[in-house]
């Protein structure tokens, strides 16, 4: 059986690495920000053993800011932690394309894929999808 739950928490490791790729935030903030991301509520025993493991390779530094009495961490990526980040992220953008890519409609004319609306036509009493009206354009006259 697939443990659903280690999916679970490297896709929440995965949003912990874009949070903090756009910019430092102290943990709490991060628990937050995953709430709003992955829609459900972030248990921070997933988020701060990540952080430590972060921390300790050098991906992340970690500075107190303090706000009234309190003193809170903030964690900022570090140049080799963006580097790292920018690999995983690289690494999910293939899968997910290659995920979406059998939904994919593919323009009539040039086979551009359009992952929006294209523009569509009926040709032939057939509706024929394009890219754009210039392929659109371009197709009826070839034909
Ligand atoms: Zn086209």
């Known amino acids: ?23 430092p935030l102290h943990g709490y903030a991060i628990i937050e920000g995953l709430g709003e991301r992955l829609e459900r509520t972030i248990s921070p025993a997933t ?14 530094t970690a500075t107190q800011d303090n706000v009234g009495k309190r003193a809170r961490t903030v964690y900022s990526m570090t140049a080799e932690g963006r580097k790292f980040s920018e690999g995983i992220f690289r690494r999910l953008s293939q899968i997910v394309s290659t995920a979406i890519e059998p939904s994919l409609v593919h323009c009539s004319h040039c086979g551009s894929k359009l992952y929006e609306a294209g523009h569509v036509e009926e040709i032939k009493g057939r509706q024929t999808v394009f890219c754009c009206i210039h392929c659109a354009k371009a197709h009826k006259q070839a034909e």
């Open 1 to 23: 059986m697939i443990a659903e739950c280690q999916l679970a928490t490297d896709l929440v490791r995965c949003a912990v690495l874009m949070l903090l790729y756009e910019k």
């Open 47 to 60: 988020v701060y053993p990540f952080l430590t493991q972060m921390l300790a390779v050098g991906y992340l």
